[in-house]
C-alpha cells in the first residue's frame, strides 16, 4: 500500500507538472474566463426583461415597398400597425418599382401583392434569422379573415375581442423527468466523458509504454509490485484527469456565474442540472473512466515502445467512438427504446449512457444499481486482467504482443 | 547468509529455458554467475528477484524460503535504464521510496554515494544530459541506495573507461568487504577472475560448471602441459607429438602460442621433458598449464557458435 501510495504521488506529479498539463489548462482556464466576460464587455446579451434589449428593437425602423393591384390592403392599416408597428409601408405601381427600391437600398423588403392575399416577399439577402414573411404571413391572414367576416356581414372587431378574450393557460407538470430541459446539458456531458476517455486513455497507456521504451521498467519491477504500478498509473491519471476536468468545468461555472446578469440567464438552464443526475454522472463517468483506463493501460503493456501506443489504441479508441455514437443517437431518438436501456447496463456505454438516461426518462432504481454494479465488477476484473498483462507484458521486449496472445496469458498462472 | 537457488525448471510458453539450475552464495563473497547469451542468466536473476516465478525448484535463504520483498536486494539490470528526462536526485528518491526506505534516508545515502562515485555535481540535472558512464554510475547509486545486503549486478562494467571501471571495482571490493553478499553476472572474465571466489557456469538452461574458482581451474589444469618449440608452428609441433608421443599424451588444443597436451595416466612431467629432450626439440616454453577463466568458459560453454 505504502508502494501504491510512492507510485500514485510519483505519477501523478508527473502527469500534472508536465508542460502540455499545465498549459493547456491555463490555455482553457484564460478562454473561458475572458469568453463568460465578453457579454459583460460588450454590454449585455439580449433578454426579455432587460429593458435596453427591448429599447434597441423599438427603434430599428424599417420600410417596406407595396405593390398591390388587388387592393387588398385597404382599409388594413390598423392591423397593420398593429402587427408591424416599426414598418413603414410605401406603395408602388410596379413589381419593377418595389424590386429597385430594394436593390437601392430604399427599402428593407418589398411585397407584391396577388390574388386572394398571396404574396411575393422579396429581400435583398436572405437570412435563415428574418421572421418578417412569417409574420407578414399572418398579417395577410387576419386581413383576409377580416375580408371575409365583412363579406358575411360578421362584425370583425367583435369576433376578434371574443377571439383573444377567452383563452385558457396551460401547466405542464412533469411527474419523471423533464426530458426537453435536460438535453441541453445531456450532450455536453456526455461528450466530455468521450473526450476525458480518448484523451487520458492514450496519456495513460503512453505512460505505461514508455517506462518499457527506456528500460526503466526493469528497475520498476525489481523495486515495486506490478500490481501496484499499474493501479498506481491509471488511478493518478484517473486524478489528473479529475483534476483537469474539475478546474476547467468550475472556472466555467464560476465566471458564469459572476457574469449572469450580462448573459441574462442564457445558460441557466445548462447549470440547472438536478443533484441526482450529476451525482450519477460523477460515479459512473469516474468508474467509466477507471474501467476505460484500464483497458489503455493493458495496450500500453503491450507494446514496447511509446511510439506504438497510437497504432495500438486505434481499435479501443475506434470501438468507443461507435458506442459514443449509439449513446448519442439513442438518446435522442429514442431514449425509451430497448438499445438504449440496454447500453445503459452494458459497462462499455453504461458510463456514458446511465446518467443520459436518468436525465431523459425514469429510470427505475433497481436498473441504476444493476448496471452500477456491472460496471464497478467489470472494472475491478478488467483491472485484475491488465494488472496480469502488464505482469507479462512489461518485460518482453521487440515485437508488439497479439492481443490473442495477451488473452492466453490471463487464463495462465505466471 | 546462505542464498541457494535449489533445482529451478523455467518455462516460456512451453520451452523450457530453465532445466534444474542450482547453485549457491554465501556472504562476504561474490559469485560469478557465468553464460553466453541467452543462456538463462538474466531468468535466473528474475526468478531470484520474484519477477518471475519458476515452475518448479525452489530459492532459499539461510534454508528458509526466499521472500525478495522482505530484504534488501540491489539490482543492476544489464538492460540499463532509468527515467531520462527526471532529475538524478529525485529519481534516486523515488526509487529508494519504492525499496522502502524514507525519503530523508534515500536522500543521504545517495548524496553520499553520488559523492563516492564523483558525479555529485550532477544531483539536480536530468539524466539524460549525462554521459554514459555517468549514467552507468548514477544506475550503481540506484542499486547501493538502500543499503543492500544483497547485491545483484549484470554486467556492470558495460561501457565504462578504465578509470571508472577501477572505481566500480574498489566500490564492489567495499561492499564484498563489508560481508555483503554478492552475485556478479558478466562476460567480462577479467573482472569476474578478479572478484569472484566461486563461479557458476550456465549453458542453455543448465548449469555446466560450478564451484570455487581456484579450485576449478587446478582441476582443469591438472595433468596438462603446455610446449612451444622454436622453428616450427604449433600446428607442426602437435603433429610430431601426436605421432612421436602417442603412448603417453593426448593433444587437448593447439593454440596460436603453445600447444596443450595432456599426460595420460602412469606419466609425469619429468618423463615428458626427457622425451622432449630426446626428441631433439628446441624447447621454447614448457609447464603447466594454468587455465584461464575464459579457457575453461570456452571449454564448457563455447560448444555451439
Known amino acids: 500500500m505504502k508502494q501504491f501510495l510512492h507510485i500514485l504521488k510519483w505519477e501523478f506529479l508527473n502527469l500534472v507538472k508536465a508542460k502540455a498539463y499545465i498549459i493547456t489548462t491555463v490555455i482553457f482556464v484564460v478562454i473561458a474566463i475572458v469568453g463568460f466576460s465578453i457579454p459583460t464587455i460588450i454590454g449585455g446579451i439580449g433578454d426579455a426583461n432587460a429593458e435596453t434589449a427591448v429599447v434597441d428593437q423599438d427603434t430599428e425602423k424599417k420600410v417596406y415597398a407595396v405593390y398591390d393591384p388587388t387592393q387588398f390592403l385597404d382599409n388594413a392599416e390598423d392591423t397593420m400597425k398593429l402587427y408591424l408597428p416599426n414598418v413603414t409601408f410605401e406603395y408602388k405601381d410596379s413589381v419593377k418599382a418595389i424590386k429597385d427600391m430594394v436593390e437601392d437600398d430604399k427599402a428593407d423588403a418589398s411585397i407584391e401583392v396577388k390574388a386572394n392575399g398571396n404574396f411575393t416577399y422579396y429581400v435583398k439577402n436572405n437570412s435563415l434569422t428574418d421572421s418578417s414573411p412569417y409574420v407578414l404571413q399572418e398579417l395577410f391572414s387576419q386581413i383576409k379573415r377580416n375580408h371575409a367576416f365583412e363579406d358575411a356581414g360578421i362584425d370583425a372587431k367583435q369576433v376578434m375581442d371574443i377571439y383573444y378574450g377567452n383563452t385558457v393557460n396551460v401547466n405542464t407538470v412533469s411527474l419523471g423527468v423533464d426530458g426537453t430541459n435536460s438535453m441541453i446539458y445531456t450532450f455536453p456531458l456526455i461528450m466530455l466523458i468521450y473526450m476525458v476517455v480518448v484523451l487520458y486513455g492514450n496519456i495513460v497507456a503512453t505512460t505505461v509504454a514508455s517506462e518499457k521504451g527506456n528500460r526503466t521498467m526493469e528497475l520498476l519491477v525489481t523495486s515495486a509490485n506490478p500490481n501496484a504500478l499499474i493501479f498506481g498509473k491509471v488511478i493518478a491519471g484517473v486524478l489528473a484527469a479529475i483534476l483537469q476536468v474539475g478546474l476547467m468545468l468550475g472556472v466555467c461555472v464560476v465566471s458564469y456565474s459572476l457574469n449572469r446578469e450580462s448573459w441574462g440567464g442564457l445558460l441557466d438552464s445548462i447549470l440547472n442540472i438536478p443533484i441526482e443526475i450529476l451525482l450519477s454522472f460523477a460515479v459512473f463517468g469516474i468508474f467509466g473512466f477507471i474501467f476505460y483506463a484500464f483497458i489503455f493501460g493493458a495496450i500500453g503493456a503491450l507494446v514496447s515502445k511509446s511510439e506504438d501506443v497510437n497504432s495500438s489504441a486505434t481499435p479501443m479508441t475506434f470501438i468507443f467512438l461507435i458506442i459514443y455514437f449509439v449513446v448519442y443517437f439513442g438518446i435522442m431518438i429514442d431514449p425509451n427504446g430497448a438499445m438504449f436501456t440496454i447500453a445503459s447496463m452494458v459497462p462499455l456505454s453504461s458510463p456514458m449512457a446511465m446518467f443520459a438516461r436518468m436525465a431523459v426518462v425514469d429510470v427505475p432504481l433497481y436498473q441504476v444499481i444493476i448496471s452500477l454494479v456491472l460496471l464497478i465488477g467489470s472494472t475491478i476484473l478488467v483491472g485484475i486482467a491488465a494488472a496480469k498483462i502488464y505482469r507479462r507484458g512489461t518485460l518482453m521486449y521487440g515485437n508488439q504482443i497479439k492481443l490473442s496472445h495477451a488473452i492466453k496469458w490471463l487464463r495462465k498462472k505466471d | ?305
Open chain 2, 1 to 305: 547468509m546462505k542464498l541457494e537457488i535449489k533445482n529451478i525448471h523455467k518455462s516460456f510458453d512451453g520451452t523450457e529455458v530453465l532445466h534444474g539450475v542450482s547453485f549457491y552464495a554465501t556472504d562476504g563473497s561474490a559469485l560469478g554467475l557465468l553464460g553466453r547469451n541467452g543462456a538463462g542468466k538474466t531468468t535466473t536473476i528474475r526468478i531470484l528477484m520474484g519477477v518471475f516465478h519458476a515452475n518448479s525448484g525452489e530459492v532459499l535463504l539461510d534454508g528458509a524460503p526466499f521472500d525478495p520483498k522482505l530484504h534488501k536486494i540491489g539490482y543492476m539490470p544489464e538492460e540499463r535504464g532509468m527515467y531520462p528526462k527526471k532529475k538524478v536526485m529525485e529519481q534516486l528518491i523515488y526509487f529508494g521510496e519504492l525499496r522502502g526506505i524514507s525519503k530523508h534516508e534515500a536522500k543521504a545515502n545517495a548524496t553520499k554515494l553520488l559523492d563516492k562515485l564523483g558525479i555529485s555535481e550532477y544531483t539536480n540535472r536530468k539524466l539524460e544530459t549525462l554521459s554514459k558512464g555517468n549514467q552507468q554510475k548514477v544506475q550503481l547509486v540506484q542499486t547501493l541506495i538502500n543499503n543492500p545486503q544483497i547485491i545483484i549486478l549484470d554486467e556492470p562494467f558495460s561501457g565504462l573507461d578504465p578509470v571508472n571501471s577501477q572505481m566500480l571495482k574498489d566500490l564492489i571490493e567495499e561492499e564484498i568487504q563489508n560481508g555483503k553478499l554478492v552475485i556478479f553476472s558478466s562476460h567480462q572474465m577479467g573482472y569476474v577472475e578478479e572478484f569472484c571466489k566461486d563461479v557458476v557456469i550456465l549453458n542453455k538452461g543448465n548449469v555446466v560448471l560450478k564451484g570455487e574458482l581456484r579450485s576449478i581451474q587446478k582441476e582443469y589444469g591438472d595433468q596438462k602441459l603446455i610446449l612451444n618449440a622454436n622453428g616450427m608452428t604449433t600446428q607442426e609441433l602437435a603433429n610430431m607429438l601426436s605421432q612421436q608421443m602417442v603412448e603417453c599424451i593426448t593433444i587437448v588444443e593447439v593454440r596460436k602460442d603453445y600447444v596443450i597436451f595432456e599426460m595420460l595416466e602412469n606419466y609425469d612431467k619429468k618423463y615428458i621433458a626427457k622425451k622432449l629432450i630426446d626428441m631433439e626439440i628446441d624447447i621454447d616454453v614448457f609447464g603447466d598449464y594454468k587455465p584461464t577463466l575464459t579457457d575453461i568458459f570456452v571449454m564448457k560453454a563455447g560448444d555451439v557458435e
